[in-house]
């Protein structure tokens, strides 16, 4: 690939943001608008046609039977151990370079996470390692499919047999598992809407995926209150965890582009692979365990603070993801967990982590700003 020189004067070009949501709010506006107008002079702004309808167009998207809509992705996490049973005393297997949120839900219903190592080429749990950290407490495992791509549950599952799995599939909408959906891989799965996520709502949002009727009345039951059909009949400790109409119906625009928004990203990410060959950066293992959705772009780059503070002089915009483990977090310090293993891959990864800018929207001209600054940091020709 060619591309004018890219040297200082770039700073005065436009800056090349890491994520945008204006490019594909403002393509799909009309039809957000739309979607706010059915809903507004409704009056049923909760548990209403929206979220049903929402529910079975996720629940079909991700073939698995059900889909119950949460407020946030953390809140998800939270009643879907609740749903397991999992509780004070009991341990839960996860990875420490997840966002924080995976392993606050264990430590909100009082269990322990295990944090098990991970794969040095997918940043994703290595199933090796999970056999050694299952004891007898073991109530549920946590995998979380890093960046966009899949763990190999199926892996996970057979070193652990008849123990549950909550999928952490909040950067994974539309990713697959050697031709199976992320949310109809483990008992329950769980999808975060924060905005910047590959499918997000217009605020906050969350969902839990399954296809075991008892797991769907449990979370049904849990995040109204405690209610099983007859309102005001409290019959466990509930909450209110509803994701409301308005959400629900920016959401059902925005599942009609997933597909679409997927092949974008692919389509970026398959340029920056061509711009980084031969460069000391080593971009994502792409497609290992299947069809990789790219929430990010995330390299391992010598001399990262470096090139990043380079990338920004030319107005280039990266971020660093979860730049600290969670068994590192102050958080913690206090808080009871326990590693299968050393961590030394994850432990490893995070200094060299660097996340490009990564959305559908992105130009070649924009990809190409990135792949030919990060060339000349290299002196790559």
């Not at 966002?99 to 322990?112: E, Q």
Request: one cysteine or more; aromatic letters at 8%; charged letters at 20%.
């Amino acid at each position: 690939m060619t591309t004018p020189s890219d040297g200082p004067a770039t700073a005065a070009l436009p800056e090349v943001p890491a994520e945008n949501l204006t490019r594909w709010h403002a393509a799909i506006a009309d039809d957000l608008r739309a979607a706010f107008e059915s809903v507004l002079p409704v009056g049923k702004y909760t548990l209403g046609a929206q979220l049903r309808a929402f529910e079975e167009e996720f629940a079909a998207y991700c073939d698995s039977t059900h889909a119950i809509g949460i407020s946030s992705g953390t809140a998800a996490l939270h009643l879907g151990l609740r749903a397991f049973g999992v509780g004070p005393g009991d341990e839960v297997i996860t990875v420490p370079n997840t966002y924080v949120a995976t392993v606050f839900a264990i430590t909100y219903v009082g269990a322990t996470p295990v944090f098990v190592d991970v794969d040095p080429d997918t940043a994703n749990m290595d199933p090796a390692r999970v056999a050694a950290a299952v004891s007898d407490r073991t109530k549920a495992i946590i995998p979380v499919h890093m960046y966009g791509q899949c763990v190999d549950v199926d892996a996970v599952r057979a070193a652990a047999p008849g123990i549950p799995v909550l999928e952490d599939a909040a950067h994974a909408h539309g990713a697959t598992l050697h031709g199976r959906k992320a949310g109809s891989l483990g008992d329950l799965a769980e999808f975060s809407f924060y905005p910047s996520k590959v499918l997000g709502a217009l605020g906050d949002g969350g969902i839990l995926t399954t296809s075991s009727d008892d797991l769907d009345a449990r979370v049904r039951q849990l995040r109204y209150m405690g209610q099983a059909g007859t309102k005001h009949e409290h019959l466990v400790l509930g909450y209110q965890e509803r994701l409301d109409e308005m959400q629900a119906a920016f959401l059902r625009v925005k599942l009609r582009c997933l597909e679409e928004q997927v092949a974008g990203r692919r389509r970026v990410a398959s340029r920056y692979g061509e711009w980084l060959a031969g460069t000391p950066v080593t971009p994502p293992a792409h497609d290992v365990t299947g069809r990789h959705v790219y929430y990010m772009y995330t390299v391992l780059a010598p001399r990262r603070e470096d090139l990043r503070g380079f990338l920004d002089d030319r107005g280039i915009r990266t971020q660093l993801i979860y730049p600290k483990l969670v068994p590192d977090q102050q958080a913690y310090a206090t808080l009871p967990w326990r590693a299968a293993d050393d961590l030394a891959v994850a432990r490893s990864l995070v200094p060299q982590l660097l996340c490009l800018p990564m959305f559908a929207e992105l130009t070649d001209g924009e990809v190409d700003r990135v792949g030919r600054a990060i060339r000349d940091f290299y002196g790559v020709a």
